[in-house]
């Protein structure tokens, strides 16, 4: 692993020049550039994916999409030439990929496809991959060529992983149907139908799924494919319908199914019921694939028309052919019944999306129609499907814009459009609300449609919507349409909305000092969320952060202060800040504008009583304090570098030297010196130090960092109050995780190893200098310090430690852990990518050997690190080195910890899921362990024991059955827990064991 850091960090040159190319320059060439340099040993795959390291990091999606689409290209090429320790990183990285945004799903897929095509890929892996697949991604929304890796990857784990998947039972059948499920390309069904058949010709297990097998193939019968003329791929009608034909006659577990879809099919032959067979097919067909694929053809035929040349005398022909769809659809728009409203509609939409022309005239047609029939009927469920109609037709008019057109395309229907949204708003049913509020935002996102008037009626709406209490759901739809139509309109929210809101909160303020009941402090919690869901443009956030921080200053101050008023206030913040960020002039803003705010009155809150006698001390409270630090945080993530150095440069004095020339409320009579001065209240405020100098970019110089430095080790070691102590910790830990490579950070470290070891030694700060250690381990961690592996050593040490063996065991969770406000990549820490399977490489055999030479007294120190350890990493990484590890997670259900057995249980569960062949080999052992936790003191414990219970079903049949009734009379006991959760959980696990062995289960 060392000789892999080394090879790591290596100069990158033409490399890191090909990969801005590729991702920032958007060229697809470097791809097979670099390619070309993997398979001559210019560079290896390493070193490629650390030239990708800030991209695969970067907060845009395109950008990571970018990044892996290249690596993935390079994987297509040279998966030959992988080892395995690649494949298991390579593979572990795609899949945690899988969870993020849908642009980066595409070339995710290729790498994964990619690595399906290893020969060295490990055994455990290819479940992992299809159940990360199966559970992670929406197969059906992908693109053709998309859906297509998917089945490719399938196609190659089912070619040579065969076993593996097979021990997966029917949950690779149900996997797979539901990635067939309305499939409608052919080029996909050849492959969908290829893999139906190889399930069933080659033994897989189809458990309770043969219908649902049998449905999602058998909805293509008959096959109704026309190939398109010169069509590419070559691909035939008679060849699905062999596909499909070799599939249904596949298996006489079919026959029951298939007969009476044959004879359906055959004894159709009157003309009545041929004709009544035609028209579902158009507007009630049960078949998604026939219905878009008709919407489509419409669609294809309107945008061709919309392309050809009109001549002076000659016919319109999208004029001609539109109005024959229309004919043919406005009585269905009209019927009592809206029997056929819905079909009507897609076809209509499907016209109409094809082009500005094609959607005008359709539109114009068909908005009276629908407004007419909106006022017809009273019902709110008729409403809600009428405006939802309504609602996709506004949407085409959104998409095509109102370029080169002399007039808004819906301006003549503004009136009753407006006077509509306005009935559904105020209707009481919340679903026609809901179809309102997005109508209405897609109203307001027509340039120029609506007036000022028509934005105050819909802002009183949205007012009243956001302060009901009846159901949230409204109430955070109108907050969010609020915040939209706020970026369109700021001028009319800022004078007719903000005003409000902020009045709503004096007057709350007024009555809260009188006291008030739990109504008043509910609506106001609601005016807070919306004055941040509005601060969406810049010109709003300068009238809505000066109430929301005057709020805050009586939000403290008040005679009935009260810390949950205080967060609210920092929640709001927090949000506004958020909003910001993607705004230059508005996150400076906020900053200089907050930050200090913020500072002043913590600084106040610390003085001591006489010198401000009526302060409340609310914002020195932890969780006040931790609101706070969010808020701070937020707010200096995305400062340019020369803002941050301004800012920077009156913070940091602030803390070394009392300089609060800059804050805002600045008479105090005391000094503000949290480094130096004795009380306890002032260095609780080194956390909002923290939140600041942390979360600035890498290149951002702090000022006076050697005395700063020095202060925050002094206060980490040496004060009485574990929360000062741990803020200061977590600070210079913040800062040394960005401070580049060289002597002055290898002093730093010197510093830190030299307050550790000394604090470490028998006295009065020993938790303290560990908190520290623990800390500083984790900065270097995170960016693969050659010195992380001798810290890690050093706190492995201590898990002999009669004191702090304990809290060293829990410092692996910490070391594993995504932290909320400090060492995150929002913060810019420096986190180097798969760093957890790093750590466990290094980590887990010096901890499974300690635990083999420790004391039996601390033993248990042992297992619970290895336990945090192991719940931290993706499964795939685990299988390989389950047989070594899992007799000391037996050993540690033993253990009286219940942490521990707490731990180790969450570790077992999805082990059982799995590696079941694996686990079968100590099936008595986890019974008799499992069974004996249910009754744990702890009820955490029960519940954990019980789902592994549980989970002990997913194992084979044959191995279960000689225990079966053992535990369903074990289980009797805990279904009279005395807690119901317990009592849920036993019923569950107790049902699961009755089944075992019987028909179908």
């Excluded at 007719?496 to 739990?518: I, K, M, N, S």
């Amino acid at each position: 692993m060392a000789a892999a850091a080394k090879e790591a960090v290596a100069p990158t040159g033409a490399l890191g020049g090909l990969v801005q190319d590729f991702v920032v320059g958007q060229q697809d060439g470097p791809a097979a550039e670099v390619a070309a340099d993997v398979k001559s040993g210019r560079c290896t795959i390493l070193q490629v994916v650390e030239a990708l390291g800030s991209c695969l990091e970067n907060p845009e999606p395109r950008t990571r999409g970018r990044g892996i689409q290249l690596l993935s290209q390079v994987l297509l090429q040279c998966h030959p030439l992988l080892l395995e320790k690649e494949v298991v990183h390579l593979t572990l990285f795609y899949e945690n990929q899988l969870k993020d945004h849908h642009l980066v799903i595409p070339p995710v897929l290729q790498g994964l496809r990619a690595l399906s095509m290893c020969d060295v890929l490990p055994p455990g892996l290819a479940v992992s991959v299809l159940k990360a697949i199966f559970q992670e991604v929406h197969v059906q929304s992908l693109t053709q060529m998309d859906r297509h890796t998917v089945y490719s990857i399938i196609t190659n784990f089912m070619r040579t992983r065969e076993e593996e998947l097979k021990g997966l039972g029917a949950d690779f059948t149900f996997g797979f149907i539901q990635v067939m499920d309305g499939e409608k390309d052919p080029r996909n069904l050849l492959v969908a139908f290829r893999i139906v058949y190889d399930l069933i010709s080659k033994d897989y297990s189809l458990g309770p799924f043969v219908e649902e097998l049998f449905e999602v193939t058998s909805c293509y019968f008959p096959v109704d494919f026309t190939p398109p003329p010169n069509d590419p791929h070559g691909i035939q009608r008679e060849d699905l319908i062999l596909s499909l034909r070799a599939v249904l006659a596949s298996t006489p577990r079919f026959a029951e199914f298939l007969l009476p879809l044959l004879i359906e099919k055959v004894d159709s032959e009157m003309l009545s019921a041929k004709l009544d067979s035609l028209q579902t097919l158009v507007f009630q067909t049960a078949s998604e694939r026939v219905e878009a694929e008709g919407l489509a053809a419409l669609h294809s035929l309107s945008a061709c028309l919309s392309r050809s040349v009109l001549e002076a005398d000659a016919e319109d022909l999208l004029d001609s052919f539109l109005s024959s769809i229309l004919e043919d659809c406005r009585h269905h728009l009209c019927e009592p019944d809206m029997k056929l409203v819905w079909p009507s509609a897609k076809l209509l939409q499907a016209a109409s999306g094809a082009s500005a022309r094609a959607c005008d005239r359709i539109t114009s047609t068909v908005i009276p129609l629908l407004l007419e029939q909106f006022n017809q009927h009273s019902q709110s469920s008729q409403r809600r499907t009428i405006l939802e109609m309504l609602l996709g037709f506004l949407k085409l008019q959104q998409k095509w814009g109102n370029e080169d057109k002399d007039e808004i395309p819906l301006s003549g229907f503004k009136a009753p459009l407006c006077s509509l949204i306005s009935l559904a708003l105020a209707d009481p049913s919340t679903q026609l609300q809901l179809v309102g509020i997005r109508a209405l935002t897609v109203l307001g996102g027509q340039p120029g449609l609506l007036s000022s008037e028509d934005l105050e009626v819909a802002i009183d709406h949205l007012y009243r919507l956001s302060f009901l209490e009846e159901d949230s759901q409204s109430c955070l739809a109108a907050m969010e349409a609020s915040g939209t139509l706020a970026t369109l309109y700021p001028t009319v929210f800022i004078s007719h909305l903000v005003p409000r809101l902020a009045e709503e909160l004096r007057t709350g303020d007024l009555q809260w000092a009188g006291g008030e009941g739990p109504s008043r402090r509910a609506r106001r919690l609601r005016c807070l969320q919306a004055l941040s869901a509005v601060s969406t443009h810049p010109s709003i956030v300068r009238e809505t952060l000066p109430v929301l921080l005057q709020h805050l200053r009586h939000a403290h101050r008040g005679d009935k202060a009260d810390s949950s008023e205080v967060i609210a206030v920092c929640r709001s913040l927090h949000l506004v800040a958020g909003q910001c960020q993607q705004e230059p002039e508005s996150c400076w803003y906020f900053h200089q504008t907050a930050v200090p705010c913020l500072l002043a009155l913590a600084v106040q809150a610390a003085m001591p009583e006489k010198d401000v006698p009526n302060l409340g001390k609310l914002l020195l409270e932890e969780d006040v304090l931790a609101a706070m630090v969010s808020v701070i945080s937020t707010a200096s993530t995305h400062l340019s570098p020369e803002l941050a150095a301004q800012s920077v440069a009156l913070i940091v004095p602030l803390f070394l030297d009392g300089n609060i020339s800059f804050l805002s409320e600045n008479s105090f009579p005391s000094k503000f010196l949290p480094f130096q001065n004795s009380s306890s209240e002032q260095k609780r405020l080194v956390a909002l130090l923290m939140a600041f100098v942390c979360s600035l970019p890498r290149n951002v110089e702090i000022p006076q960092l050697d005395r700063l430095m020095q202060e925050l080790l002094t206060l980490s070691c040496h004060h009485d109050v574990l929360f000062s102590c741990t803020a200061a910790a977590k600070c210079f830990a913040g800062l040394l995780n960005k401070h580049p490579a060289g002597q002055q950070l290898d002093e730093f470290l010197q510093k830190a190893m030299e307050k550790v070891e000394a604090g470490l030694s028998p006295g009065s700060h020993r938790t303290q200098a560990f908190t520290l250690l623990l800390w500083v381990t984790k900065a270097l961690v995170l960016r693969y310090h050659p010195l992380s592996s001798c810290l890690t050593d050093r706190l492995m040490g201590l898990l002999n430690d009669a004191e702090l063996g304990p809290a060293a065991a829990d410092g692996f969770s910490l070391l594993m852990a995504d932290c909320p406000d400090v060492l995150h990549r929002a913060g810019h820490a420096e986190i180097r990518i798969m760093f957890r399977q790093r750590f466990f490489t290094d980590s887990v055999p010096a901890l499974v050997q300690g635990f083999h030479a420790a004391h039996q007294s601390v033993k248990p120190n042992y297992l619970k690190g290895l336990s945090h350890v192991l719940n931290s990493l993706p499964k795939p990484v685990l299988l390989p080195e389950l047989p070594t590890l899992l007799s000391l997670l037996l050993e540690a259900l033993s253990c009286t910890d219940c942490v521990v057995q707490l731990s180790t249980l969450s570790c077992l569960q999805p082990l059982l899921l799995d590696a079941p062949q694996v686990m079968s080999l100590h099936i008595n052992t986890l019974v008799t362990k499992f069974l004996n936790l249910s009754c744990s003191p702890s009820m955490a414990v029960r519940i954990a024991a019980l789902q592994c219970v549980h989970a002990l079903t997913r194992l084979p049949t044959p191995v279960l059955l000689p225990y079966k009734m053992q535990v369903i009379r074990a289980l009797a006991k805990p279904l009279d827990d005395k807690k119901r959760l317990v009592r849920r959980e036993a019923v569950t696990a107790r049902g699961a064991w009755f089944l075992l062995g019987s028909p179908g289960s």
